[in-house]
């Protein structure tokens, strides 16, 4: 029979992060700008009282973020604090409807205030495993367009994920 002891600190990530990176001189660093705005940029600027610079990595069937040579890795409740909801004023998704049971058919609405004629939309499905799904090639934007384009006769189904 055998037994096994094991010790460890179970710290949140900002405070992983600040135990391993060196920190004695501490030069401000340019965050990303969408990282800088997240719950857990908001927590690591502040364990560490510095900006540090990260890039979000996925390798190994695990999402990481680096800042040079140190890799952190992130725990699903750690890698949902880099979402956010941000508003962007210029672009704009509408849906028929609020609320869709499963399997009803529904398209999008697609409105942007300083459209170019250089424009394109593309519709992703990042999925919280990092798995990158293409919902619509891309098409150029008109105003008022719609997804999927009405010449398609096709359109997308709600579903229930798990």
């Excluded at 135990?19 to 004695?24: I, T």
């Excluded at 009282?49 to 890795?73: E, V």
């Excluded at 424009?119 to 999927?148: C, F, H, R, W």
């Amino acid at each position: 029979m055998f037994f096994v002891a094991l010790s460890f600190k179970n710290l949140d990530f900002a405070q992983r992060v600040k135990e391993r990176l060196p920190l004695e001189t501490c030069q401000a660093e340019k965050q990303n700008t969408y990282l800088a705005k997240t719950p857990l940029f908001y927590k690591l600027n502040s364990a560490l009282d510095c900006k540090k610079d990260f890039r979000l990595i996925r390798q190994n069937q695990a999402w990481y973020l680096a800042n040079n040579q140190h890799l952190f890795i992130l725990k699903s409740g750690e890698l949902e604090e880099l979402f956010i909801s941000s508003l962007n004023k210029n672009i704009s998704l509408l849906a028929p409807k609020k609320l869709f049971r499963e399997g009803e058919g529904f398209s999008l609405k697609i409105n942007a205030t300083y459209p170019t004629s250089q424009d394109y939309v593309t519709l992703l499905n990042v999925y919280e495993n990092g798995i990158v799904t293409l919902l619509q090639p891309s098409v150029k934007y008109q105003a008022g367009m719609q997804l999927p384009p009405v010449e398609n006769q096709t359109e997308f189904k709600s579903s229930l994920l798990f």
